[in-house]
Structure formats: C-alpha cells, structure tokens
C-alpha cells in the first residue's frame, strides 16, 4: 500500500477487504479529505456562479432601466402627439363650420340672384315697363 495518500485511487480504496483497522482508519481519514477538497471547489464554482448571476442581474437592471427610459420617452412623444392631432381636428372643425356658413350664404345669395332674374323674366313678358326701369336703375 503506497505511502503517499494522494496515490490511492477511489478503487483501491472503495475495494479494501482487508481486516486492519489503522488502514480502514486511514482510508476514512483520506475520503473526508477528498470530501472536503471536493467541497471547497464546490463552493468556489458556487461563488463564481453567484458572481456571474449578479453581473447578469446588474446587465438585466440596466437594460430594464433604459427601457423605462424609452417607453417614458415615447410616452411624452405621444402625449405631444395626441395634443397636435386634437388641435389639428379642432382646426379641421371651424374650417368646416366657416365652409358651411359660406356655402349658406352663397347659396342664399343665389337665390336671391335667381328670384330676381324670374321677376325680371315674368314682367319682361308682362311688359311692365315700369319694372324694367327700376330694376335697371333709370
């Protein structure tokens, strides 16, 4: 059996049958060893895991942040947005009221304009003179 305890294998010594007690001592006192080596590498790739974790929670608040950023940005765009539009139907709105006022008036005016020109027709075949001079202003 080799004196050195980092030359054992696992095999020689999960397969020791021997009946000595300070070599089954030993191997016990070996494998807590293993065990506790085992662990402290266990609980280093642990910390870095956990470093790793926390650089990609950090990269993720940063990314979360800026997009707040954005859609606040974009928020304030559209709220800008929506105040042009009402305004520009407001615009839209009055142009169509002062549209329709115009149409009114114009067509009242040419109503006007038409019962004028049927008198004048109906009185030209009345031959009422009188009619004719005061509609031409003599």
């Known amino acids: 059996m080799p004196k050195d305890w980092k ?3 696992d095999d020689d010594i999960l397969n020791f049958d021997g009946p000595q007690t300070a070599e089954i ?5 070996i494998m807590r060893h293993r065990e506790v080596e085992a662990l402290k590498e266990l ?3 642990l910390r870095h ?3 790793r974790v926390g650089s990609s929670t950090d990269r993720f608040v940063g990314v979360g942040n800026r997009l707040i950023e954005t859609i606040e940005s974009d928020s304030r765009s559209q709220a800008r947005q929506q105040k042009a539009m009402i305004g520009l139907t407001v615009v839209i709105a009055l142009a169509t009221v002062v549209y329709v006022v115009a149409t009114w ?8 304009g ?7 027709l109906r ?3 009345s ?5 004719n001079r005061v509609a031409r202003g003599i």
Not at 25 to 29: P, Q, V
Not at 127 to 131: A, E, K, L
């Open 43 to 45: 609980r280093g790739e």
């Open 105 to 112: 008036f114009s067509v009242e005016a040419m109503q006007e």
């Open 123 to 125: 009185h030209n075949q």
């Open 25 to 29: 001592a030993r191997f016990e006192r």
């Open 7 to 9: 030359e054992l294998s």
């Open 114 to 120: 038409n019962d004028l020109q049927r008198q004048e």
């Open 127 to 131: 031959g009422d003179t009188q009619f």
């Open 49 to 51: 895991l956990a470093d």
